[in-house]
T-cell receptor, first 117, second 114 residues
């Protein structure tokens, strides 16, 4: 009964490679996010999708490209990986619309630890 | 813009000690306020929240009160346990259509020693 799942949990790769991280939520939420957490635990929003449309695109290199095939999935593809991309990447989802007990609350996946060598 | 500022860590306490992690916010309106917790090797999970001024959120022995006068949402627990060792994040939603984005504090790492 996993709510937000990510695969893989660990990803070790060489510089210059292209890799993808997958995210799925079974909560019926309309909005999904990608966050990057650095080694100091600082969390930064990267992207947000609502109903498969890009809502937030923070200052992220265009090597990062999110793809949302449907409302329940938001995948992150990274081209030409660099050492500085090493981090933990979290997917999250939230319901949208005014009111309700879960308004503004976000539900996080377990994270994907990316290590670029 | 809207933001949260939380005390720097790390914080190390002995078991059964009293915990306070400070969080202050800057906001144009009166947004909901959240505390998230990240246990080692896991994702963030909501610990507690408050949706309006003077509300008190509570969960697992933790409490935080939404104080408009001092723009604060400090996290407290009367008696911490080793299992409370984690990173704690204060957060609020940024204004905008649908409130699609949360902004987080920098996180406070708590270590509880037996």
């Amino acid at each position: 009964d996993t709510a937000v799942s990510q695969t893989p949990k660990y990803l070790v790769t060489q510089m210059g490679n292209d890799k993808s991280i997958k995210c799925e939520q079974n909560l019926g939420h309309d909005t999904m996010y990608w966050y990057k957490q650095d080694s100091k635990k600082f969390l930064k929003i990267m992207f947000s999708y609502n109903n498969k449309e890009l809502i937030i695109n923070e200052t992220v290199p265009n090597r990062f490209s999110p793809k949302s095939p449907d409302k329940a999935h938001l995948n992150l593809h990274i081209n030409s990986l660099e050492l500085g991309d090493s981090a933990v990447y979290f997917c999250a989802s939230s319901p949208t619309g005014a009111g309700g007990p879960y308004q503004d609350e976000q539900f996080f996946g377990p994270g994907t630890r990316l290590t670029v060598l | 813009g809207d933001s949260v500022t939380q005390m720097e860590g790390p914080v190390t306490l002995s078991e059964e000690a009293f915990l306070t992690i400070n969080c202050t916010y800057t906001a144009t309106g009166y947004p909901s306020l959240f505390w998230y917790v990240q246990y080692p090797g896991e994702g963030l999970q909501l610990l507690l929240k408050a949706t309006k001024a003077d509300d008190k959120g509570s969960n697992k022995g933790f409490e935080a009160t939404y104080r408009k006068e001092t723009t604060s949402f400090h996290l407290e627990k009367g008696s911490v346990q080793v299992s409370d060792s984690a990173v704690y994040f204060c957060a609020l939603p940024l204004p905008g259509a649908g409130s699609y984005q949360l902004t987080f504090g920098k996180g406070t790492k708590l270590s509880v020693i037996p």
